[in-house]
């Protein structure tokens, strides 16, 4: 017997397709044989495999996203009395490595309706401000407007960081998330578009000297062993495991950006007349990650989902600059139209794995709380 429609669960990730169609006991004891556990051939094979697949000629694996966004900070000299440039509603990742570094986070604008960072906001603060860098985060799967960003960074000779950890995939004019700044960072946690059984990330970059300054700081900054050659090293490694895991992922990305925006595609067509904000639904610079609406009545929308066993989750509620973690060092900063996405997004389930009767309750639910039904 199937539920009644009114209680079907919605959750907001499936974590059992994380491991789906994977023969999960072949690649552990194909690691257990190697002998190797730590950046052995399958981190390797995955490092090739993933920087062809992004077009980029070094990929680095590193234990995290989090990690990721430091050490490549680190690399390009960011510290104390560095001003690096961010977005305020992208859930302070870039300001946790940002602050780990004792660099000043500097805020920017967002655009309201990619709820990326605006390139008029960057282009403002890069003429009137000393920038040393600038993260720019593909929120929730959508590729920031690269192609007036990259030449503004470039022109105004800043670095530029990409945060691809909700952007495996995303593309404009055939060139993926990751290939368009001086370094880019992609976490592969389990809900990521591409997610590892654990935590993992990645660094990709053109530049081969960078490389090997990305490569020697993941591992305690040794040039060659035992000899320690750059600043900053640490211990940040993928393991083989997770490598193994990932490259044997790495050929379905694709197919599975595909599903999650065909999802996507069906909630926009079902919510195009609705008082709601809809992800733009354009084609291969959204890889739906995350699929994020804007509603006036968030909460109570939030609710009704709820009572209808639909998950749902805000993606983020607190804008960087007031979080408590800064005190009132950031008190002077405004930036009204991040507060207002904050206090207006709202998640939507959108995962591999999810059935279309799912996504039918959801869009029913969403209409019926639109209808005043609720
Ligand atoms: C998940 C995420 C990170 C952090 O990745 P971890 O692997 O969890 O450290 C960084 N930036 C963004 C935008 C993310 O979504």
């Known amino acids: ?55 980029v ?21 960011m510290g104390p009395g560095k001003r690096v440039l961010s977005v305020a509603n992208s859930g302070f990742y870039a300001s946790t490595a940002i602050r780990c570094l004792g660099a000043q986070p500097v805020y920017a604008e967002i655009d309201p309706n990619t709820l990326n960072l605006s390139p008029e906001a960057l282009a403002k603060a890069l003429a009137e401000q000393r920038i040393d860098a600038v993260v720019v985060t593909h929120l929730y799967g959508r590729l920031a407007d690269m192609t007036l960003i990259a030449p503004m960074c470039r022109e105004a000779g800043v670095a530029l960081i990409e945060d691809c950890a909700q952007a495996h995939g995303a593309r404009h004019a055939g060139r993926l998330a990751g290939a368009w700044g001086d370094v880019s960072c992609f976490s592969f946690y389990p809900t990521k578009n591409l997610g590892a059984l654990g935590d993992g990330g990645a660094l990709a970059t053109r530049d081969a000297a960078l490389a090997e300054r990305l490569r020697a700081l993941r ?26 895991v990932l490259a044997a992922k790495l050929p379905l990305l694709d197919a599975s950006n595909a599903r999650r925006r065909a999802i996507a595609a069906r909630y926009g067509a079902a919510f195009a007349h609705l008082p709601l904000q809809a992800p733009l639904a354009d084609g291969e610079d959204y890889v739906a990650h995350l699929y994020v609406v804007r509603s006036a009545r968030r909460d109570a929308l939030r ?72």
């Open 1 to 55: 017997m199937s539920a009644p429609a009114a209680t079907m669960n919605v959750p907001l990730f499936c974590a059992a397709s994380a491991g789906q169609g994977l023969d999960l006991p072949a690649l552990l004891s194909e690691v257990v044989e190697s002998q190797r556990y730590i950046l052995g051939r399958h981190v390797q094979v995955f490092e090739e495999a993933f920087a062809a697949y992004l077009g």
């Open 57 to 77: 000629p070094h990929a680095i694996g590193v234990a995290n996203g989090t990690d990721a966004l430091e050490i490549a900070m680190r690399a390009l000299k």
């Open 219 to 244: 591992q305690y900054g040794w040039g060659a062993k035992y000899e320690v050659a750059h600043e900053g090293g640490r211990n940040s490694r993928l393991d083989e495991l997770q490598a193994a």
């Open 303 to 374: 609710a009704h989902l709820a009572s209808r066993g639909i998950a749902s989750d805000v993606h983020y509620p607190v804008p960087d600059h007031r979080q408590p973690v800064l005190g009132s060092t950031q008190a002077d900063v405004q930036l009204p139209l991040t507060e207002l996405a904050c206090a207006q997004v709202l998640t939507l389930p959108c995962f591999l794995g999810m059935t279309d009767e799912q996504v039918e309750h959801v869009i029913a639910a969403v209409l019926s709380f639109h209808d005043g039904m609720a």
